[in-house]
């Protein structure tokens, strides 16, 4: 089946720092990838859509130059937390979805747990 | 606006019990829905889904219908095991984006 993978799993930093989060489809190509973000007991939310080659769309109320993802190839989309604080802290989850595919037809990555200090 | 809505967990039952995981959503126009699973340290999972009104999605022993007269898509299973026990998340696709519920931790006790 398809797989995707995110690295790390977790990580735990200090306030004012940058983290990049890796979200890779292993076994097949994403022209799509999804970056969602979930709080403990709240449901996915939805941050931006990242087409490979192109810029990354945002929700409303996601910060562009806080949360900077970049989708440069078909297999890796990444995602950079800049200058962390503590209320950036949570769960952030990665999807890839194929050529043509419909909304279900993503493939999820395990998560990255953040940790801010 | 599109919303979701989900029973909160947990949810414990035993062996071979009977499960309903309650889901209603609020839409325009007519999205397909979804049920996903995330087994602990996995990432979520297609588990069944429904692309119309009285449709019926079933899998691994799973069903939910499609209820447009009450914006419903309940999860069932008519006996649950323990290798159930996951987090259950109920969705609906819109744009090409997915809208989640909060998700319900199901636990299966033998």
């Known amino acids: 089946g398809a797989v995707v993978s995110q690295h790390p799993s977790w990580v735990i930093c200090k306030s004012g720092t940058s983290v990049k989060i890796e979200c890779r489809s292993l076994?097949?190509?994403?022209?799509?990838m999804f970056w969602y973000r979930q709080f403990p007991k709240q449901s996915l939310m939805l941050m931006a859509t990242?087409?490979?080659?192109?810029?990354?769309?945002?929700e409303q109320g996601v910060e562009k130059d806080k949360f900077l993802i970049n989708h440069a190839s078909l297999t890796l989309s990444t995602l950079t937390v800049t200058s962390a604080h503590p209320e950036d802290s949570s769960f952030y989850i990665c999807?890839?979805?194929?050529?043509?595919?419909?909304?279900?037809?993503?493939?999820f990555g395990p998560g990255t747990r953040l940790t801010v200090l | 606006g599109n919303s979701v809505t989900q029973m909160e967990g947990p949810v414990t039952l035993s062996e071979e019990a009977f499960l309903t995981i309650n889901c209603t959503y609020t839409?325009?126009?007519?999205?397909?829905l979804f049920w996903y699973v995330q087994y602990p340290g996995e990432g979520l999972q297609l588990l069944l889904k429904?692309?119309?009104?009285?449709d019926k999605g079933s899998n691994k022993g799973f069903e939910a219908t499609y209820r447009k007269e009450t914006t419903s898509f309940h999860l069932e299973k008519g006996s649950v095991q323990v290798s159930d026990s996951a987090v259950y998340f109920c969705?609906?696709?819109?744009?090409?984006?997915?809208?989640f519920g909060t998700g319900t931790l199901l636990a299966v006790q033998p």
């Open positions: 999807s890839a979805r194929v050529l043509a595919g419909g909304p279900d037809e993503q493939f």
């Open positions: 076994d097949f190509q994403a022209t799509t």
């Open positions: 969705a609906l696709g819109a744009t090409n984006k997915l809208i």
């Open positions: 990242s087409n490979e080659g192109s810029k990354a769309t945002y």
């Open positions: 429904a692309t119309k009104a009285d």
């Open positions: 839409a325009t126009g007519y999205p397909s």
